[in-house]
């Protein structure tokens, strides 16, 4: 050990400043976080991205770095990364999805120092996840947040907090601690461990002396805990100061306390029995494929919870930013996270590159409150004994409080795992041949091929068995609908089922193998702005109405949009009680309960409405008179919502909306338009073109004009500096609409 010299170093302390600004890439100034070539929305060549890019940086030496540790956190860089200082080779880090440090230190200079970050975006086979065909882009860049961290040559790498025994009345922690300590020095002094509440008060405080590197210690007897749930998803926060003969160094940690256990019996959390409803994210967005920040992965969090109102997001099929985890956290969204990869397994060197990967992935992950499920397996591919026992074992020593799941596709697979975690087809097969007929979802004993139960999760289905467009016909989006609706139930109705997790949330940009020939996956239940097809109120219709009533009826209200003619049967997604049914030209009533013979199982099923519910002469035949109609929704006897469609609907209303009306520099925020009628409706059939302006602190990805796509369009700004915002979005039917954005 190196002894303390006569230097004062008790005024050291942690500096993180925020890196992402002033990059030059390919003679360019740009900020972070950047994807290396903007892709256009479909029909592209995704080999323009699988190449070298270089990213450079000037650093300027602070006299006051002196006696410190200088070191650049990066988020993630897609792929292979090698970061050079001053011309000489600092680290290389091949996982595109997790974070990794380049200790500056040893290396910097007076004056000026050139940082160059050297990326290959090419799918190199001897990486994770590549090797063979993925079904979603990899998109090169710098494209999550870079961070210069200043500390004292002693300070906190990790902490790692497990809460053993939250059912009890007076709770414990369980910490662990990870230091430091580059430069060998001799090591003492004393930490001092702070727990707080949402509030910031104070329920613990301990200290500890500092003899090695890793440092544990309990905190025990806590009472009147809160814990962490779906529905209140308090969170805690652990403050750890470190004081040492070189200086101080703090770390906070935010954490809840609850239980979380998949049985043979379903999903248990803090106890209680919860059907797992979910969906399946991809971290892609249009034109700019990985490279938003926090402000858009906090939104797409908080639409998977409260627009799409599922319980449950898996991290398809790698690791995801760290903002959309924290969001998962505040607002109490289940994340199923797993590794890298797509069906193939590389050599031995890959393999070992994965369990790398498992270990970086629970080392930044292992205090969300929201991630009950490590997925240690590459998704839907072969079995492979030694590999896969690999895996589960480091995910084990890293991590006893979670269990660990291995995503598959065929049946009768190793079951290494604690949950087997499977991907059900069978709802589409019938079309390819043979005797079974139509079912929603395989017996759990047929796929596991065991004749015992086992915890089980159903973590795909639909999805390729039936892609559907935003602005497909009709009756497409009927039977989208319907096959939702029935793998729900078929869940719903299997107590030994933990749930289902359905492919998936949004459309995402893929390769020529697996889209639908323009580079678009249409599998989501939202299309790749964010915007509801019918299928995704399926999912927010099975919440309860006390988080916002659901009416959406599957359909544009349009005589000649189904074969023969009408819109019967009419499928109503709705956590109404009852509907009743009021055409513009008819006097008479119509009330329609859900149909619970034909979805038995669900919390709320859909009210299919039939001719059996009509006299012949309420809808008419072709060619006859087509009518206005309002549909209300009643709960408990009272009127909870209303819908209203016209019979000629006319583009009355440009809507434009953005996600936040204010914002800081750094946010990237979505904007949406849509074309409306007269009473509300998206105008689904509408496809001409707006013309998008933008001025002020702002830039915008992809093109300033983009279509219509069913009736709505969105873009991407991000914020460069303060000011106001303006834009004005222009389009030949409606007058030009404009809005403001501050940014504080």
């Given at each position: 050990?190196?002894?303390?010299?006569?230097?004062?170093?008790?005024?050291?302390?942690?500096?993180?400043?925020?890196?992402?600004?002033?990059?030059?890439?390919?003679?360019?100034?740009?900020?972070?976080?950047?994807?290396?070539?903007?892709?256009?929305?479909?029909?592209?060549?995704?080999?323009?991205?699988?190449?070298?890019?270089?990213?450079?940086?000037?650093?300027?030496?602070?006299?006051?770095?002196?006696?410190?540790?200088?070191?650049?956190?990066?988020?993630?860089?897609?792929?292979?990364?090698?970061?050079?200082?001053?011309?000489?080779?600092?680290?290389?880090?091949?996982?595109?999805?997790?974070?990794?440090?380049?200790?500056?230190?040893?290396?910097?200079?007076?004056?000026?120092?050139?940082?160059?970050?050297?990326?290959?975006?090419?799918?190199?086979?001897?990486?994770?996840?590549?090797g063979g065909r993925i079904d979603y882009l990899t998109y090169a860049g710098i494209y999550r947040d870079v961070h210069l961290r200043?500390?004292?040559?002693?300070?906190?790498?990790?902490?790692?907090?497990?809460?053993?025994?939250?059912?009890?009345?007076?709770?414990?922690?369980?910490?662990?601690?990870?230091?430091?300590?580059?430069?060998?020095?001799?090591?003492?002094?004393?930490?001092?461990?702070?727990?707080?509440?949402?509030?910031?008060?104070?329920?613990?405080?301990?200290?500890?002396?500092?003899?090695?590197?890793?440092?544990?210690?309990?905190?025990?007897?806590?009472?009147?805990?809160?814990?962490?749930?779906?529905?209140?998803?308090?969170?805690?926060?652990?403050?750890?100061?470190?004081?040492?003969?070189?200086?101080?160094?703090?770390?906070?940690?935010?954490?809840?306390?609850?239980?979380?256990?998949?049985?043979?019996?379903?999903?248990?959390?803090?106890?209680?029995?919860?059907?797992?409803?979910?969906?399946?994210?991809?971290?892609?967005?249009?034109?700019?494929?990985?490279?938003?920040?926090?402000?858009?992965?906090?939104?797409?969090?908080?639409?998977?919870?409260?627009?799409?109102?599922?319980?449950?997001?898996?991290?398809?099929?790698?690791?995801?930013?760290?903002?959309?985890?924290?969001?998962?956290?505040?607002?109490?969204?289940?994340?199923?996270?797993?590794?890298?990869?797509?069906?193939?397994?590389?050599?031995?060197?890959?393999?070992?590159?994965?369990?790398?990967?498992?270990?970086?992935?629970?080392?930044?992950?292992?205090?969300?409150?929201?991630?009950?499920?490590?997925?240690?397996?590459?998704?839907?591919?072969?079995?492979?004994?030694?590999?896969?026992?690999?895996?589960?074992?480091?995910?084990?020593?890293?991590?006893?409080?979670?269990?660990?799941?291995?995503?598959?596709?065929?049946?009768?697979?190793?079951?290494?795992?604690?949950?087997?975690?499977?991907?059900?087809?069978?709802?589409?097969?019938?079309?390819?041949?043979?005797?079974?007929?139509?079912?929603?979802?395989?017996?759990?004993?047929?796929?596991?091929?065991?004749?015992?139960?086992?915890?089980?999760?159903?973590?795909?289905?639909?999805?390729?068995?039936?892609?559907?467009?935003?602005?497909?016909?009709?009756?497409?989006?009927?039977?989208?609908?319907?096959?939702?609706?029935?793998?729900?139930?078929?869940?719903?109705?299997?107590?030994?089922?933990?749930?289902?997790?359905?492919?998936?949330?949004?459309?995402?940009?893929?390769?020529?193998?697996?889209?639908?020939?323009?580079?678009?996956?249409?599998?989501?239940?939202?299309?790749?702005?964010?915007?509801?097809?019918?299928?995704?109120?399926?999912?927010?219709?099975?919440?309860?109405?006390?988080?916002?009533?659901?009416?959406?009826?599957?359909?544009?209200?349009?005589?000649?949009?189904?074969?023969?003619?009408?819109?019967?049967?009419?499928?109503?997604?709705?956590?109404?009680?009852?509907?009743?049914?009021?055409?513009?030209?008819?006097?008479?009533?119509?009330?329609?309960?859900?149909?619970?013979?034909?979805?038995?199982?669900?919390?709320?099923?859909?009210?299919?409405?039939?001719?059996?519910?009509?006299?012949?002469?309420?809808?008419?035949?072709?060619?006859?008179?087509?009518?206005?109609?309002?549909?209300?929704?009643?709960?408990?006897?009272?009127?909870?919502?209303?819908?209203?469609?016209?019979?000629?609907?006319?583009?009355?209303?440009?809507?434009?909306?953005?996600?936040?009306?204010?914002?800081?520099?750094?946010?990237?925020?979505?904007?949406?338009?849509?074309?409306?009628?007269?009473?509300?409706?998206?105008?689904?059939?509408?496809?001409?073109?707006?013309?998008?302006?933008?001025?002020?602190?702002?830039?915008?990805?992809?093109?300033?004009?983009?279509?219509?796509?069913?009736?709505?369009?969105?873009?991407?700004?991000?914020?460069?500096?303060?000011?106001?915002?303006?834009?004005?979005?222009?389009?030949?039917?409606?007058?030009?609409?404009?809005?403001?954005?501050?940014?504080?």
């Amino acid at each position: 050990m190196i002894e303390a010299t006569k230097k004062d170093y008790t005024k050291i302390v942690r500096e993180t400043f925020n890196f992402n600004n002033s990059w030059i890439f390919e003679n360019s100034e740009v900020c972070l976080p950047h994807s290396a070539v903007e892709l256009p929305f479909n029909y592209f060549d995704e080999s323009i991205y699988q190449k070298e890019f270089t990213y450079e940086k000037i650093i300027n030496q602070q006299a006051s770095w002196n006696d410190k540790e200088v070191c650049l956190v990066f988020e993630a860089i897609m792929a292979n990364a090698h970061i050079y200082l001053n011309d000489k080779k600092i680290v290389s880090h091949t996982d595109g999805y997790t974070p990794f440090i380049a200790r500056l230190t040893d290396e910097l200079k007076k004056g000026e120092n050139k940082l160059r970050v050297k990326i290959d975006g090419r799918e190199n086979p001897s990486i994770p996840p590549f090797g063979g065909r993925i079904d979603y882009l990899t998109y090169a860049g710098i494209y999550r947040d870079v961070h210069l961290r200043i500390t004292s040559p002693i300070f906190i790498h990790n902490i790692k907090i497990e809460t053993p025994n939250v059912l009890e009345e007076k709770k414990s922690l369980k910490v662990r601690v990870d230091l430091l300590n580059p430069k060998a020095l001799n090591l003492s002094g004393l930490l001092t461990a702070n727990l707080l509440n949402s509030e910031g008060k104070i329920l613990s405080n301990t200290k500890h002396e500092i003899t090695e590197k890793e440092i544990f210690f309990e905190i025990n007897n806590l009472k009147n805990i809160e814990l962490w749930d779906i529905d209140n998803p308090s969170l805690y926060e652990l403050d750890i100061s470190i004081q040492t003969p070189y200086g101080i160094d703090n770390l906070n940690e935010r954490f809840g306390f609850r239980s979380a256990e998949f049985t043979k019996n379903g999903f248990m959390l803090n106890g209680e029995q919860l059907k797992i409803r979910g969906l399946n994210r991809h971290q892609s967005f249009p034109y700019v494929g990985y490279a938003l920040g926090k402000s858009a992965q906090y939104k797409d969090a908080e639409i998977l919870k409260f627009d799409l109102r599922v319980n449950l997001v898996r991290t398809s099929h790698y690791p995801q930013s760290k903002h959309f985890l924290n969001r998962c956290d505040e607002i109490g969204l289940l994340v199923f996270e797993e590794i890298a990869g797509w069906q193939h397994i590389g050599d031995k060197n890959w393999q070992n590159k994965s369990v790398e990967n498992v270990k970086n992935m629970i080392e930044r992950d292992w205090n969300h409150p929201s991630i009950i499920l490590w997925g240690v397996r590459i998704n839907e591919s072969a079995d492979n004994h030694e590999f896969y026992l690999k895996t589960n074992q480091v995910a084990h020593q890293l991590d006893r409080t979670r269990q660990t799941g291995g995503v598959r596709k065929f049946i009768e697979g190793e079951f290494i795992e604690d949950v087997y975690t499977m991907n059900d087809f069978i709802l589409g097969e019938e079309e390819l041949g043979g005797n079974r007929g139509r079912i929603a979802l395989r017996p759990q004993r047929e796929c596991t091929g065991l004749n015992y139960d086992v915890p089980y999760l159903v973590t795909e289905f639909n999805g390729h068995m039936f892609p559907t467009k935003s602005f497909d016909n009709e009756l497409r989006q009927n039977e989208h609908v319907l096959r939702h609706l029935e793998v729900l139930n078929a869940a719903y109705g299997d107590r030994n089922n933990a749930g289902a997790v359905g492919w998936c949330a949004f459309d995402y940009n893929t390769h020529k193998d697996f889209g639908s020939g323009d580079r678009v996956c249409y599998h989501g239940v939202m299309d790749m702005y964010r915007e509801p097809k019918f299928a995704s109120y399926v999912y927010s219709s099975q919440d309860d109405a006390k988080n916002g009533v659901v009416l959406e009826p599957v359909t544009v209200w349009a005589r000649g949009e189904r074969n023969i003619q009408g819109v019967l049967p009419l499928i109503i997604l709705t956590n109404c009680d009852y509907v009743e049914i009021l055409f513009s030209k008819n006097e008479d009533t119509f009330f329609i309960k859900p149909d619970f013979k034909n979805f038995p199982n669900l919390p709320h099923p859909p009210i299919v409405v039939n001719t059996e519910h009509f006299p012949e002469n309420v809808f008419g035949t072709w060619g006859t008179d087509w009518q206005d109609v309002k549909i209300n929704g009643f709960i408990d006897g009272s009127l909870a919502k209303s819908k209203k469609f016209v019979a000629d609907p006319i583009p009355t209303n440009l809507e434009v909306i953005p996600d936040f009306e204010k914002a800081n520099i750094g946010d990237d925020i979505r904007i949406i338009i849509r074309a409306l009628d007269q009473v509300g409706n998206k105008m689904r059939y509408l496809s001409e073109t707006v013309d998008i302006n933008l001025s002020g602190p702002a830039i915008l990805f992809g093109p300033n004009t983009v279509p219509l796509r069913a009736g709505s369009a969105g873009f991407w700004i991000r914020i460069i500096g303060s000011g106001v915002i303006n834009i004005s979005i222009k389009h030949i039917r409606f007058l030009q609409k404009e809005i403001s954005i501050e940014v504080s």
